[in-house]
């Protein structure tokens, strides 16, 4: 008793003397409690090997030994971690009816994604008396689509004022901002969010922000949701700092101020969020822009502009982007018509817009061209006048602009206002290509890729895709490897398709990068079969056939199979099977498929236990 007074008392060496003492005398319940001493002043060794001794004593605190063994090995604290063993652990303490390990194993359950099973640890601990259970309760209900019963276990945490009525606070927030599960209601929000965010919550200061900044359940106020963005940068919020970024760089609750805002997109990157790598970027192309207008760049001016046109990583304002578009133009530059008319077309102001393209076009404005010749092309502002508009496309062509010929070659190809004409799309795509369009180069290489005017040409085919890359097309370089992974119009080179494809997930043209993923793996899987790793060799097997990584060649895969599955390896029986089975009718080329060896090869897997030829075998019979 003296020593868990001690324990109670935060005089952890004194408790771990007197608990020795007890030990010393036979006392087994001392065990369990060194256990925990040792755990909290940081010896997880001694503290391992006396929670190991309580759990084999079986005594009365045995339960509890278990789920405090199942941290220690879920965490590898004294022990090498083995989360395995620690599930174990806390199942078997689970099963002993005790409500806190049912607790500890619900949280097990919910971190592994099994939120079903969750939900069962957490409902049982619940009735068990663990008042802490109903926020894991709400957390794993949530997750499942529940909402309304996750609300009120959410709500039943805040009430109870626990260790997790914070996060209680902030998740209920979420889900009436929302309506999920509840009548959406913003004043609600708000004051959940207001007071977690008082608490110290990052998370709810940044959702805090989001209302005050988009004026929900309050005024819009960007003093505010600037000063609680700043707060939650504070806390180390990757999330607040994007949006702190986003006010400092459109001067939005403070002064603009574009160094701020670039240090915290840099932090929110560095921190996780991917999202603030093209802010970034936007944001320091931005401030150079702002530099050279402020000394009367035109070019500058009109750039910046177009930013604040569209909003593109700075509030949308169209009258500052207007305003410098004036400038531009009173200082001389002719090309700020056409952008003045823009203002006008995103307003529907389609009259005015063509007023001003037309002002561009007879000072020479090759881009301004472009705009009238859509005018005249889609009939906005004007009567529909197809032909008037090809003429101006023409024009803008002559004087050395790049995309008119690219919106010529697609009228072309899809027979937009003309007839249908492979050859003529790709004159003047080729003709965009040499006059510097990657856009132009892409859809060139296309066509030569696919034969679109009769004959495939992968050596021009990839050409174009290489000038297409070079400018950073992201498709293009998509293309690009996986012609390089073939060997198509180019040396096979894996190396080169995946710069390639690592290219285009930078450039965020391939954003999941499952191509480049596929790519790495496949290489892989040939190292290690090369090896002699039979697990590799059918997975590289299985690459050929579902043809993701390099084109389909059922041969190979059959090739790297056959010896496997004849050697007994139920997994290549399995693959081979359903190599032999072939795909989908309409999904590929291959027609000699033998259904009579892939249910051999189905029935041999089975009959050595394989439980999902038995799968491949029904379905063949349906």
């Known amino acids: 008793s003296l020593g868990w007074q001690r324990y109670s008392e935060g005089d952890y060496d004194g408790a771990i003397e007197l608990f020795l003492q007890a030990e010393a005398l036979g006392i087994d319940d001392a065990c369990f409690a060194l256990g925990l001493a040792y755990g909290d002043v940081e010896d997880y060794e001694n503290s391992f090997s006396y929670l190991s001794r309580a759990a084999e004593l079986g005594g009365n605190d045995a339960v509890e030994a278990k789920v405090a063994l199942a941290a220690l090995y879920d965490n590898g604290q004294g022990v090498a971690q083995d989360r395995d063993k620690a599930q174990q652990l806390y199942t078997e303490a689970a099963q002993s009816g005790d409500g806190g390990a049912l607790l500890s194993l619900g949280w097990r359950y919910f971190e592994n994604g099994n939120m079903r099973r969750a939900v069962d640890c957490f409902r049982t601990s619940v009735e068990r008396g663990i008042s802490d259970a109903y926020f894991g309760l709400g957390m794993s209900l949530k997750s499942l689509g529940s909402y309304a019963e996750a609300a009120e276990n959410l709500e039943k945490t805040a009430e109870l004022g626990t260790a997790d009525s914070v996060g209680a606070q902030l998740e209920l927030a979420e889900l009436y901002a929302n309506g999920y599960g509840v009548a959406q209601d913003y004043g609600k929000a708000l004051e959940l969010y207001t007071k977690a965010a008082e608490a110290g919550d990052g998370d709810a200061m940044n959702g805090l922000g989001d209302l005050y900044y988009y004026g929900r359940g309050t005024d819009t106020d960007y003093d505010k949701s600037f000063l609680w963005y700043s707060r939650s940068a504070d806390t180390g919020n990757i999330y607040g700092m994007y949006n702190c970024a986003f006010q400092y760089a459109s001067g939005l609750g403070t002064a603009q101020d574009f160094d701020k805002a670039k240090a915290l997109y840099q932090k929110s990157l560095d921190g996780g969020n991917t999202e603030a790598a093209p802010a970034l970027q936007a944001t320091e192309e931005m401030a150079g822009y702002s530099a050279l207008a402020a000394k009367g760049d035109t070019s500058a001016m009109l750039k910046l502009g177009r930013f604040l046109q569209y909003g593109t990583y700075i509030a949308q304002d169209a009258d500052k982007a207007m305003a410098l578009y004036q400038s531009a133009l009173d200082a001389g530059d002719a090309a700020a018509m056409q952008f003045i008319g823009t203002v006008y077309g995103d307003r529907r102001d389609y009259a005015s817009a063509l007023e001003w393209y037309q002002k561009g076009a007879d000072a020479g404005d090759p881009d301004a ?254």
């Open 369 to 622: 061209m472009i705009k009238l010749g859509s005018a005249y092309r889609f009939g906005d502002g004007v009567k529909r006048d197809v032909l008037s508009g090809i003429e101006w496309y023409k024009k803008a062509t002559e004087l050395g602009s790049k995309d008119a010929p690219v919106r010529l070659g697609s009228m072309y190809e899809y027979g937009n206002g003309v007839t249908r004409d492979y050859d003529e799309a790709l004159k003047w795509y080729e003709q965009a290509a040499a006059a510097g369009s990657a856009e132009g180069a892409e859809f060139a290489g296309t066509m030569y890729y696919l034969g679109i005017c009769g004959t495939v040409d992968y050596v021009k085919a990839a050409r174009y895709y290489e000038q297409a890359a070079s400018g950073d097309d992201t498709y293009a370089m998509n293309y690009l490897g996986w012609m390089y992974a073939n060997g198509l119009g180019v040396e096979q080179s894996f190396d080169k398709a995946v710069e390639l494809y690592e290219k285009a997930v930078e450039l965020r043209g391939n954003t999941d990068g499952s191509r480049l993923e596929i790519t790495k793996q496949f290489l892989a899987d040939q190292k290690a079969a090369e090896e002699g790793d039979a697990a590799a060799a059918i997975s590289l097997a299985l690459a050929y056939f579902d043809g993701n990584a390099v084109d389909e060649d059922f041969a190979k895969a059959k090739e790297l199979l056959r010896p496997l599955a004849e050697n007994g390896n139920v997994d290549a029986m399995v693959a081979i099977g359903k190599v032999e089975r072939g795909k989908y009718v309409g999904r590929t080329s291959h027609t000699e498929c033998d259904y009579g060896a892939a249910m051999e090869w189905f029935k041999k897997a089975a009959e050595l236990g394989s439980t999902d030829a038995p799968v491949r075998l029904g379905s063949m019979y349906e």
